[in-house]
């Protein structure tokens, strides 16, 4: 079994700064990418929202509202994922989701998701 801790929610102000981290553990043979989701307040009835993703080669993928101002990272070595971001804004506020997709040490296909970690922004 594989599970997804993150941290680094919490409140902060506009234009202020924060990092969510996320680590894996558990029987995980390969990660082919993690990456983060967030869900808005009011929201929660609808599939979360890609935020970053990084694959297994470093790739980087954005959503355009966080684009230029959030870097999403990895340490292969502890299965943690990493996402800086900056120059928050109100509209950032919203629980944010870790996913893992790999394999296990069984083979089997993995698509795991923490259990999420909220990040409030204010005006």
């Known amino acids: 079994q594989v599970h997804l801790v993150e941290s680094g929610g919490g409140l902060v102000q506009a234009g202020g700064s924060l990092t969510l981290s996320c680590a894996a553990s558990g029987s995980v043979s390969a990660i082919k990418a993690m990456g983060w989701y967030r869900q808005a307040p009011g929201k929660e009835r609808e599939l979360g929202e890609l935020v970053a993703t990084i694959s297994d080669g470093g790739t980087t993928t954005y959503h355009n509202s966080v684009k230029g101002r959030s870097t999403i990272s990895r340490d292969n070595a502890k299965n943690t994922v990493y996402l800086q971001m900056n120059s928050l804004k109100p509209e950032d506020t919203a629980v944010y989701y870790c996913?893992?997709?790999?394999?296990?040490?069984w083979g089997l296909g993995l698509d795991a998701w923490g259990p999420g970690t909220r990040v409030t922004v204010s005006s």
């Open positions: 996913r893992l997709e790999g394999t296990t040490g």
